[in-house]
C-alpha cells in the first residue's frame, strides 16, 4: 500500500495566487478583515521564500460587458447592470495587500483565472510548476481556477484560512470533499512551515 505524498513546496517554482481581494468582493467575506490580515502574512512569507505574487481581479469594460452573450447566467446580469467596470474603487485590489513591483496581476472576465488572462503563459515563463490558492468566493474563483489548474498539472495548495465564502455551508463542503482530491488544503501556518523546510 502506497503512502500518501507528502506536500512540498520550492519557493522559486510557486506562486501564491490572491484572488478577487477587490474592494467590492472582500466585504462579502465572513470576518473579511481577519481573512485579508491571514492572506496578507501568506503573501509576505511566500515573498521572503523568493515564491511570485500573482493577483487576479474581475473587472470589465465597455467592450467586455457587450460582448457577453445571453447564454451566460452568470454574467448576463452584470453586462447589464454595467457592474464592476475596471475603472471603478470596487474592482481594485484592496490596498492592504497591494501588488509590488515584479509581481503578477491579471484581470479577468469570467470566474476562473485562466479562462480569459494570460496567466498561464506567465506563470510558465518563470517556470512555476506549483500554486497556493487563495480567494473569495470559494465556491467561485477559487472552485474554478483549482479544476482548471489541476487539469492542467499543476501541483496545488489552497489555503483553508485564505478562501471564503458567503455560504459557509458551501465553503465547508468545498475544502472538506472537494478539494483535496484535487489539491493539498492546508493554512496558512502549514504554508509558513514548508516554505521554512524548503
Not at 27 to 30: G, K, M, S, V, Y
Not at 37 to 55: F, M, Q
Not at 95 to 114: C, N, Q, T, W
Given at each position: 500500500m502506497s503512502t500518501p505524498t507528502q506536500p512540498t513546496i520550492t519557493p522559486e517554482r510557486t506562486a501564491l495566487l490572491a484572488m478577487d481581494f477587490q474592494n467590492g468582493i472582500v466585504?462579502?467575506?465572513?470576518e473579511a478583515d481577519a481573512l485579508v490580515?491571514?492572506?496578507?502574512?501568506?503573501?509576505?512569507?511566500?515573498?521572503?521564500?523568493?515564491?511570485?505574487?500573482?493577483?487576479v481581479r474581475v473587472a470589465f469594460t465597455e467592450t467586455d460587458w457587450a460582448a457577453v452573450p445571453e447564454t451566460n447566467k452568470a454574467f448576463t446580469a452584470v453586462a447589464a447592470g454595467k457592474m464592476l467596470h475596471h475603472e471603478d474603487a470596487a474592482t481594485q485590489i484592496?490596498?492592504?495587500?497591494?501588488?509590488?513591483?515584479?509581481?503578477?496581476?491579471?484581470?479577468?472576465?469570467?470566474?476562473?483565472?485562466?479562462s480569459t488572462t494570460d496567466l498561464h503563459q506567465q506563470l510558465s515563463d518563470r517556470g512555476i510548476d506549483t500554486l497556493v490558492l487563495a480567494g473569495i468566493s470559494t465556491s467561485g474563483v477559487v472552485l474554478s481556477t483549482l479544476m482548471d489548474a489541476a487539469d492542467r498539472d499543476y501541483r496545488v495548495y489552497v489555503l483553508s484560512?485564505?478562501?471564503?465564502?458567503?455560504d459557509l455551508k458551501t465553503h465547508q463542503v468545498l475544502v472538506d470533499n472537494v478539494f483535496p482530491s484535487r489539491a493539498h488544503v492546508i493554512?496558512?501556518?502549514?504554508?509558513r512551515g514548508l516554505l521554512g523546510s524548503a
Open positions: 466585504p462579502l467575506a465572513p490580515a491571514r492572506v496578507k502574512g501568506a503573501i509576505a512569507d511566500v515573498r521572503a521564500a523568493g515564491g511570485t505574487i500573482g493577483y484592496d490596498e492592504r495587500i497591494a501588488p509590488e513591483h515584479g509581481d503578477i496581476v491579471v484581470r479577468k472576465i469570467r470566474y476562473g483565472s485562466a484560512d485564505g478562501v471564503a465564502d458567503p493554512d496558512t501556518t502549514g504554508l
